[in-house]
């Protein structure tokens, strides 16, 4: 059986794909065919910059925002707001996925595209991966700094409170009343993580992004909760 011919909004979807796969890989330098003037001076290299900017620049490399246009048109923080439709995500995620359908273009290159929008669904619906991926865009990766641990000492006496708290947990009701709580704490938490982004404060957002992850880890650990279970919380 013969596949239908792709659709103006296709062609469309997967030359902004294009574009968007080549502006976040690493570009060839190009060569001239005649050398510059010798009197041209070279331009020395910059010098690195750190890791931990508190009012870094705004211009950020492409993004798995730059997938979801209808969706997220001012693109990601400071520009844009964090906040998302979560439905309009949806609804935009499903008509990307209808572009690469099989039935559409087959072969190793539709799978790739699916398999890149899929992963850009799944970070941004969840506010800590979104946090997480932004950071990342401007060299801070949170998800694997193993330093966190100890630059916030309360944070942890407070955790492992919570976490005794879970395991001495008798029944269903005790538990709805601590997952409660642990539900407030990751909406403010959530909040001022887009505050900080949409602020460009990187050295907040960092700070606020390692608390969230520790209390929706706590969500997990309430979601398997078992009489007696023990809880293992992986920061």
């Not at 009197?39 to 020395?44: C, D, G, I, L, M």
């Not at 099989?102 to 941004?124: Q, V």
């Amino acid at each position: 059986m013969s596949r239908p011919p792709p659709t103006l909004n296709s062609k469309r979807f997967f030359l902004t794909f294009h574009r968007y796969i080549t502006s976040t890989s690493p570009r060839r330098p190009t060569h001239p065919s005649h050398p510059p003037p010798r009197s041209t001076p070279r331009q020395p290299h910059p010098p690195p910059r750190s890791p931990l900017p508190r009012h870094a620049s705004t211009t950020t490399p492409s993004s798995h925002y730059a997938l979801f246009p209808s969706t997220l048109p001012h693109g990601p923080p400071p520009r844009g707001p964090f906040a998302l439709d979560p439905r309009a995500l949806r609804s935009e995620y499903l008509h990307l996925q209808s572009l690469t359908h099989p039935d559409r273009h087959a072969g190793a290159l539709a799978a790739g595209h699916s398999a890149l929008i899929n992963e850009a669904y799944r970070t941004l619906q969840s506010p800590l991966l979104r946090a997480q991926h932004l950071l990342a865009l401007r060299g801070i990766d949170v998800a694997d700094d193993e330093r966190v641990e100890a630059e916030d000492p309360e944070l942890l006496d407070e955790v492992l409170e919570v976490r005794e708290m879970i395991e001495g947990a008798e029944g269903e009701g005790e538990v709805e009343g601590l997952r409660g709580e642990n539900e407030r704490r990751i909406k403010a938490c959530e909040g001022r993580v887009g505050r900080a982004l949409e602020m460009d404060d990187l050295r907040g957002a960092r700070g606020e992004v390692v608390r969230l992850r520790y209390w929706v880890n706590v969500r997990e650990a309430l979601d398997g909760w078992e009489v007696g279970k023990r809880v293992v919380l992986v920061h």
